[in-house]
Nanobody, 121 residues
Framework: QVQLVESGGGLVQAGDSLRLSCAAS?????MGWFRQTPGKEREFVAA????????DYADSVKGRFTISRDNAKNTVYLQMKSLKPEDTAVYYC?????????????????WGQGTQVTVSS
């Protein structure tokens, strides 16, 4: 079994930066970040392959967010820059065993508990 624990969320002002971390236990392949706000479906944010060689981003975060991973630490990061109020959400780390990128949350069987990111205007 894979277990994921997110951290790094918090309250920031628009334009600020924040880095989220996801510590994993067990073997992981592709990992991703998703976010969700009350009343809305879970939204894809970013994904990274097992080797870290390929990444994918939602259009809404391209150029602002960077996903990376440190396999020696079994940890995935989401560096968020130029944060906007619309980025406010609970951010979830997800993992699957496959090696390819996938933006569909249904492809990820393992999920963290989420970490709240709030961006004030």
């Amino acid at each position: 079994q894979v277990q994921l624990v997110e951290s790094g969320g918090g309250l920031v002002q628009a334009g600020d930066s924040l880095r989220l971390s996801c510590a994993a236990s067990g073997r992981t392949g592709t990992m991703g970040w998703f976010r969700q706000t009350p009343g809305k479906e879970r939204e894809f944010v970013a994904a990274i392959t097992r080797s870290g060689g390929s990444t994918d981003y939602a259009d809404s975060v391209k150029g602002r967010f960077t996903i990376s991973r440190d396999n020696a630490k079994n940890t995935v990061y989401l560096q968020m820059k130029s944060l906007k109020p619309e980025d406010t959400a609970v951010y979830y780390c997800a993992a699957r065993l496959g090696v390819g990128l996938d933006s569909d949350d249904r492809a990820y069987p393992y999920w963290g508990q989420g970490t709240q990111v709030t961006v004030s205007s």
